[in-house]
């Protein structure tokens, strides 16, 4: 008897166990182990920028908190449930800009109620906004005048930069740099959709 309650006691126990790493692979690493990952990758791989494109799935967003240029405030809890592309920018990269209309189209085709859109550029709110007057843009948009990149995100890639993240906020693509024309707008689909068909 005491065999058969200690054997159901261990069985109950792996079972508790197995639970609390499928919890732990749901909430992911954190975002600074990733981002140690990421620095170690490009030290081992110094000749190939997108060996460390994939080092950061799998970590969880960092905590954040800001607001959009519009006034939106704006966190990583309040992004929790809902799939969400994410966005790193600047006015005067020529590949970041050429992706937009393929970033639109994928807008257009998934709307907002279960995906978030976001860009965070690398500009002042003035510069951002100036910017999106010749090129509508259907994301919702992070300045970067509180240094969030450098202080929250570290991105180590170069831009642009997209991240794309799961309802539990843990990144599960991630991917740099970019093409230029009508090439860009096609690239930018065949990495975002198959993985949007999956998540949503």
């Given at each position: 008897m005491k065999s058969f309650v200690l054997t159901i006691t261990v069985f109950f126990a792996l079972i508790g166990c197995k639970k609390r790493e499928n919890k732990n692979e749901e909430l992911g690493n954190s975002y600074e182990i990733g981002?140690?990952?990421c620095i170690k990758v490009k030290k081992d791989n110094p000749k190939d920028f997108f060996a460390t494109t994939n080092c950061l799935i799998g970590s969880r967003l960092p905590n954040f908190?800001?607001?959009t240029i519009d006034g939106k405030i704006i966190d990583d809890q309040m992004l929790k449930g809902k799939v969400c592309v994410i966005n790193f920018w600047f006015t005067t990269c020529r590949p970041c800009v050429a992706?937009?209309?393929?970033f639109n189209e994928i807008v257009k085709k998934y709307g907002t109620e279960k995906v978030n859109f976001i860009s965070v550029g690398?500009?002042?709110k003035t510069e951002i906004e100036k910017f999106l007057?010749?090129?509508p843009w259907d994301f919702s948009h992070i300045a970067n005048e509180?240094?969030?990149?450098?202080?929250?995100?570290k991105i180590q890639f170069?831009?642009?930069?997209?991240?794309?993240?799961?309802?539990?906020?843990?990144?599960?693509k991630s991917f740099s740099g970019?093409?230029?024309?009508?090439?860009?707008?096609?690239?930018?689909?065949?990495?975002?959709?198959?993985?949007?068909?999956?998540?949503i």
């Open positions: 981002i140690q990952n908190k800001t607001q992706e937009i209309p393929g690398r500009n002042k007057k010749k090129h509180d240094g969030i990149i450098e202080k929250k995100f170069g831009y642009p930069t997209t991240y794309i993240v799961n309802k539990n906020g843990v990144i599960i970019g093409a230029i024309g009508e090439q860009a707008t096609n690239m930018i689909k065949e990495k975002i959709i198959p993985v949007l068909e999956k998540e």
